[in-house]
């Protein structure tokens, strides 16, 4: 349901840990179908920090708190992601707060 609406396309890096510095580390990214929403949300981090997030995104692609998007030219940190489930019990997309 959620690719009629997925109309915009990002690059999508998964963080892949962090280098000698405590720097993060990320694939070489791939783009991916989205919908963007601007959205100002106050929101809890995955450290339970609350935090403001400037937009979030829904896509099919698993993602993760930590990776990152670039859109319009502008990188943006994954702070929180929301699983939807659907009738039939599967995750049809999820939701990522940036």
Same mark, same amino acid.
């Given at each position: ?43 809890? &981090? ?45 995750? &049809? ?6």
């Amino acid at each position: 349901m959620i690719e009629a609406y997925s109309n915009q396309t990002a690059t999508l890096y998964r963080r892949t840990g962090q280098d000698a510095y405590g720097r993060p580390m990320y694939d070489a990214g791939t783009p991916v179908k989205m919908r963007w929403e601007g959205r100002i949300k106050l929101i809890r &981090d995955r450290t339970g920090k609350e935090v403001v997030s400037e937009s979030r995104v829904f896509l099919r692609e698993a993602i993760a708190a930590g990776d990152k998007f670039t859109y319009n030219d502008r990188d943006y940190i994954v702070l929180a992601v929301t699983e939807a489930v659907g009738l039939d019990g599967q995750i &049809d997309h999820r939701v990522a707060y940036v």
